[in-house]
């Protein structure tokens, strides 16, 4: 009947659209920055004083430091947590600029807006931190100037791999004859069989 084939029209046209809308929605930095920037601030505020201690001691031959990293667990719990909180906020807002563009194609803006916003976050948090108390000073051993360019570039580098690594996977999974699972949409061979 005419008034069926409206109406399935009709229906056939709204999962287009509805299709079409979900296509031009991309998964965007955000929902990769924030637990990548969160783990890796919990890692490094623990990593950079224990491996620095160790490696004093090593160097100075003497357990002089021992002590110092007893005295340092409440503390780097207390700093672990901080971190991972600061690491979301950080990581949140760093993935916002490409989150804006999520009905577009992956853009380079998002990934330098990423890079370039989480640096300067880290990086301005680590100038004021001596501010805050001089136990934080001791997160980065490294003086001054020397101390700020190491966090710079060790947070410009890890961020540049993790959302390099993020568009080769949504390159992948937007791929012709790809599935949202990231599989080649091709039938499987139970779908051959002819069947009766």
């Known amino acids: 009947m005419p008034g069926d084939l409206t ?22 930095l955000l929902s990769v920055l924030p637990l990548t920037t969160a783990w890796a601030g ?24 021992a002590p110092f ?8 719990a207390f700093a672990v947590v901080g971190a991972f909180f600061f690491g979301l906020v950080a990581g949140a807002l760093s993935g916002l600029p490409d989150w804006c563009l999520r009905r577009r194609p992956p853009s380079a803006f998002g990934a330098v807006a990423a890079v370039v916003l989480l640096t300067a976050i880290v ?7 001596p501010v805050l108390g001089p136990v934080f000073s001791a997160l980065l051993p490294l ?23 993020a568009r080769r996977r949504e390159q992948r999974i937007t791929a012709p004859g790809v599935t949202d699972a990231g599989r080649a949409s091709r039938p499987s061979p139970r779908d051959d069989r002819p069947t009766c």
């Open 7 to 28: 109406s399935s029209g009709d229906t056939t046209s709204d999962e287009d659209a509805m299709n079409s809308e979900d296509v031009a929605t991309r998964r965007t």
């Open 69 to 76: 990293l007893v005295m340092m667990i409440p503390v780097l």
């Open 143 to 165: 003086p001054g100037w020397v101390g700020l360019a190491a966090v710079a570039a060790a947070t410009a580098t890890g961020t540049i791999v993790v959302v390099s690594r």
């Open 42 to 65: 919990a890692i490094a505020v623990v990593a950079v004083p224990v491996l620095w201690t160790l490696v004093g001691m090593i160097v100075e031959q003497s357990l002089t430091g």
């Open 123 to 129: 990086t301005g948090t680590f100038a004021a931190a």
